[in-house]
């Protein structure tokens, strides 16, 4: 299995711009998780998906923030207008009911000039 | 509620000599706990983890925990250091029921020649 994917691995942008970042689950996973991680914050929950759902989105940080699951296979977190800020690593992560543990992509390093 | 602790925020160890990372928990229920690792511009690693069966779990690279639910800890340890253990770790902890992980701020371990 190729792992979780998540794409693209660098994001370069200007303050204002819209910025997608994409994550495809490890197949047969049913849960799907978007974190952000900073030096400042270390590793925080955006939100998660069970069965293409949105279950918890209370670490959203605000509306500037949205995240689809169409899919079994795809999400994208979606950023607009994007800040200096928002400059972080995203990852994406996914698991089964059945397992706890989640596993992660490579991450997105996003950086907001 | 649930919340992790880690005690260093940095260590440091010469090679081949034993490493100790700290971890406190927080939980309200029976919890599942996880050390993962992140090597620099790199995603996170499952070493181990813990879900209520056997005290002391052993994972991969030579690491192991031991749950200690008297002291609410779960602590990482390996006999010997190696250079490529040098990274940063994350205990992380989980509830019953609880489909999000709570992550700790991380141990940065450098690994001395």
């Known amino acids: 299995d190729a792992g979780v994917i998540q794409s693209p691995r660098h994001e370069v942008t200007e303050m204002g711009q819209e910025v997608t970042l994409r994550c495809k689950p490890i197949?047969?996973?049913?849960?799907l998780f978007w974190y952000r991680q900073t030096m400042m914050r270390g590793l925080e929950l955006l939100i998660y998906?069970?069965?293409?759902?949105?279950?918890?989105d209370s670490g959203m940080p605000e509306d500037r923030f949205s995240a689809k699951m169409p899919n079994a296979s795809f999400s994208t977190l979606k950023i607009q207008p994007s800040e200096p800020r928002d400059s972080a690593v995203y990852f994406c992560?996914?698991?089964?009911?059945?397992?706890?543990?989640?596993?992660f992509g490579p991450g997105t390093r996003l950086t907001v000039l | 509620a649930q919340s992790v602790t880690q005690l260093d925020s940095h260590v440091s160890v010469s090679e081949g000599t034993p490493v100790l990372l700290r971890c406190n928990y927080s939980?309200?229920?029976?919890?599942?706990l996880f050390w993962y690792v992140q090597h620099p511009n790199k995603g996170l690693q499952l070493l181990l983890k813990y879900t209520s069966a056997a005290t002391l779990v052993k994972g991969i690279n030579g690491f192991e925990a031991e749950f200690k639910k008297s002291e609410t800890s779960f602590h990482l340890t390996k006999p010997s250091a190696h250079m490529s253990d040098a990274a940063e770790y994350f205990c992380?902890?989980?509830?019953?029921?609880?489909?999000?992980?709570?992550f700790g701020s991380g141990t940065r371990l450098q690994v001395q020649p």
């Open positions: 998906f069970n069965n293409n759902v949105p279950i918890d």
């Open positions: 992560a996914s698991n089964t009911r059945d397992h706890n543990e989640q596993f």
């Open positions: 197949s047969g996973h049913n849960s």
């Open positions: 939980s309200s229920y029976s919890p599942s």
């Open positions: 992380v902890v989980t509830s019953p029921g609880r489909r999000a992980l709570t």
